[in-house]
């Protein structure tokens, strides 16, 4: 639980930490909307090489950045897969038949149990989760025991591929910019920096005062409603609640235990937030002063040019080819 | 030896990247039964850190605490080589913030949880909820209420129901009388030391009361600065010079006490520890 980055400042040093929260929000809306627009194999191998490169210069722990994208591995690998079994576009790229035999079932169940035995001793347990994923498929293509009750077939195409490749890298990088946001940016400068770049929506009576308010209040409260969590599994599991084990109709009492604790706690701490911000006078959609001001830099400039550079190129770059 | 701790060093991760120390070189004992511990010390100091040691809801970074037998270390944890509950089962862990346990519908299944847990029928376990709650001063008809409507106070009180519930060998509160009344402070830490004196149970209090350490307590632990600095009697402890060096008050007993000899040349026969047995001695006095 401890280790989820998104959404948490970590205090450092580098030009990141230094430069306005509004150009680093411009600065990402303009690179995610690169991300999106690339659409060939080479610009977002270079995208991907500047990103790294962005990390290195702005001398952010990137350690840190990829064990925030830990949780996201399984939701990648499973994208990519759906991909390249329901995809059905373009060139087919190769194919094979997977033969449905009872002792072919055998073999796979084998493999899997032999996964379900094995995983908790080992290391990299995702990794070995693809492998076995690739391997049951694998078995079904190659092995030929006996006589089988039914096929299939197992096609790849080439969009299939592609089209994998550039979700998993396009979520990849969306993730990892707005980490890099949110880890130099502190909580308040990026309420000041939301507000302000949202401030032009307030000809269509929008209260961007506000809503910069609330997502501020939500990523703030993110790694406290964690450690809160931390806190009720302790005291849960010292009334016997083993959070580690326990069979699927324990499972869910141990989740309700956790949940109803957590949303009770959540629901008090916005009440007594409420109040505090009110004894300080705060009245929403009233004008107020600052303590800090922004101030815009020439290393401001510099990036906002560099990143609408990149958007342009990535859009020239989609026209010309 | 029920809990026996052995150079104990405990780090909390994540902040900074030296962490923070919360236990330096812990060595402790504490007997399954007949003892009456408090333990003391400032915000920050350690205290629920070692207290949450002593049920393994916190593992030593290194060293080891033996519970019941049971040799708690990292590796063995990590590697779940051995099972935690029947560690929870004898030492009850009653948390600071009631609201970190409270969950259920009714106060009844709330206090019913912890025993079902560990495999108590729920016949039994609803017969030890209603003889628990009316040890920690409520009656019967809290049991169907909803744990959410009821006061702080209430529900601090049905948070230790819920641990009681549980039987435990050794019962730990962390700060058990905190936004309480004083009446209903009182009346507590009388059932905390009759639950003592009559099971024959270890009781250990986190507290920042000097009144009720001079009072109650049998031994103090005092906490400074992630080391343990005291381990022993109180009477020794709040006449000792280290106690402003601690930061730690004088009982208000004992303060009196003091005062009569220095100011009013009133020498009492005993040590009186408690604001009665004060009252008892000076009659002796001043007949």
Do not use: C
């Not at chain 2, 299944?109 to 017969?127: C, L």
Request: aromatic residues 10%; hydrophobic residues 50%; proline residues 4%.
């Amino acid at each position: 639980m401890k280790n989820i980055v998104i959404g948490r400042f970590v205090p450092g040093k580098g030009f990141l930490y230094r430069m306005d929260p509004r150009t680093k929000i411009i600065a990402l809306v303009f690179l995610m909307a690169s991300a999106f627009i690339i659409r060939d194999f080479t610009t977002m191998f270079v995208a991907v090489g500047l990103l790294v490169a962005l990390l290195f210069v702005g001398r952010i722990n990137i350690i840190r950045v990829f064990s925030g994208l830990r949780p996201l591995m399984y939701l990648l690998a499973f994208t990519f897969i759906f991909q390249l079994l329901f995809n059905t576009q373009g060139d087919l790229v190769a194919s094979w038949e997977l033969h449905y035999s009872p002792l072919n079932i055998l073999a796979v169940t084998m493999l899997v149990v032999t996964w379900f035995f094995v995983r908790r001793r080992l290391p990299f347990k995702f990794f070995f989760f693809i492998a076995t994923f690739v391997g049951v498929i694998a078995l079904f293509a190659t092995l030929r025991l006996g006589p089988a009750f039914a096929t299939g077939t197992l096609n790849i195409h080439q969009n299939a591929i592609e089209t994998g490749f550039f979700i998993v890298m396009r979520l990849l990088v969306i993730v990892t910019l707005s980490t890099i946001l949110t880890l130099t940016t502190k909580p308040t400068d990026l309420n000041l920096g939301l507000e302000s770049v949202m401030s032009p929506l307030k000809v269509f009576r929008i209260r961007t005062e506000e809503m910069a308010m609330i997502i501020s209040i939500s990523l703030r409260y993110i790694p406290t409603l964690l450690d809160e969590a931390n806190k009720i599994m302790l005291a849960q599991a010292s009334r016997g609640v083993d959070f580690s084990e326990g069979k699927f109709k324990d499972k869910i009492m141990q989740i309700v235990s956790l949940l109803v604790p957590m949303f009770i706690i959540s629901f008090k701490r916005s009440d007594e937030l409420a109040n505090a911000m009110e004894a300080r006078s705060f009245v929403p959609g009233q004008p107020r002063t600052r303590l800090h001001q922004l101030t815009w830099g020439f290393a401001d400039t510099v990036a906002l040019v560099v990143s609408l550079l990149v958007l342009t190129a990535v859009i020239t770059s989609r026209v010309v080819m | 030896m029920a809990i026996k701790f052995n150079r104990v060093d405990f780090k909390y991760k994540g902040e900074g990247k030296k962490g923070y120390l919360a236990l330096s070189n812990i060595s402790l004992s504490i007997q399954g039964e007949g003892e009456f511990i408090t333990l003391i010390g400032e915000t920050g100091s350690g205290k629920t850190t070692l207290v949450q040691h002593m049920n393994a809801l916190l593992v030593a970074d290194s060293g080891s605490v033996d519970i019941y037998g049971i040799k708690v270390e990292k590796e063995a944890v990590k590697k779940k080589k051995i099972r935690l509950n029947p560690i929870r089962k004898k030492v009850g862990l009653v948390f600071q913030f009631p609201e970190y346990q409270l969950f259920e519908e009714t106060v009844l299944k709330d206090i019913t949880f912890g025993p079902k847990n560990f495999g108590v029928p729920e016949k039994d376990a609803v017969e030890t909820a209603k003889s628990v709650i009316k040890i920690v001063g409520l009656d019967e008809s809290y049991l169907e209420r909803s744990p959410f409507n009821l006061s702080g106070g209430e529900k601090k009180r049905v948070s230790i129901a819920g641990i009681l519930a549980m039987e435990p060998d050794i019962l730990i509160l962390d700060e058990p009388t905190s936004g309480l009344d004083p009446l209903g402070r009182n009346a507590l830490l009388k059932v905390f030391f009759d639950i003592h004196q009559k099971l024959n149970k270890t009781v250990i209090i986190i507290t920042h009361d000097m009144n009720t350490v001079y009072e109650y307590a049998k031994r103090v632990l005092v906490m400074r600065d992630s080391y343990l600095v005291y381990d022993g009697d109180p009477v020794n402890l709040f006449t000792s010079k280290n106690i402003e060096n601690w930061n730690l008050d004088v009982p208000d007993v004992l303060d009196l006490t003091n005062k009569l000899e220095r100011d009013l040349g009133i020498s009492l026969k005993t040590r009186p520890r408690s604001a009665s047995d004060l009252t008892k001695a000076l009659e002796e006095v001043l007949r």
